[in-house]
């Protein structure tokens, strides 16, 4: 599946900002949807994903509270509604997708196609 994320910016803190993922494709609705973030010289950070009915939405502790994951699979869309933003959350915003069984769905290495990523400022 092809994914391109949209929908980065700048925004002042406390802001919010909504992150849109949409895949070709006609089996998009078999996978799990994550959303991940990367500074220069560090590991990806994962930041919450979805299942694939939508069911079942996964947050890390720094999103938890904060961002809502939503899908749209007759749209083939995913959405990361990102709200009361900080400094800390600038980053690159990279979209990906994970085939079934998936088993570690917080870890990067799990998925196997991503999107080009999209730029998040978060100014103070």
């Known amino acids: 599946?092809?994914?391109?994320?949209?929908?980065?910016?700048?925004?002042?803190?406390?802001d919010s900002l909504r992150l849109t993922c949409v895949a070709s494709g006609r089996t998009f609705s078999r996978y799990a949807i994550g959303w991940f973030r990367q500074d220069p010289g560090k590991e990806r950070e994962f930041v919450a994903a979805i299942s694939w009915s939508g069911?079942?939405?996964?947050?890390?502790?720094?999103?938890l509270g904060r961002f809502t994951v939503s899908r749209d699979n007759a749209k083939n869309t995913?959405?990361?509604?990102?709200?009361?933003?900080?400094?800390?959350?600038?980053?690159?915003?990279?979209?990906?997708?994970?085939a079934p069984p998936y088993s570690s769905i917080r870890d990067y290495k799990e998925y196997d196609d991503w999107g080009q990523g999209t730029l998040v400022t978060v100014s103070s």
Do not use: F, I, R, W
């Open 78 to 98: 995913v959405h990361l509604q990102m709200n009361t933003l900080k400094p800390e959350d600038t980053s690159v915003y990279y979209c990906a997708a994970s």
């Open 55 to 63: 069911h079942d939405t996964y947050y890390s502790a720094s999103s």
């Open 1 to 14: 599946v092809q994914l391109q994320a949209s929908g980065g910016g700048l925004v002042q803190a406390g």
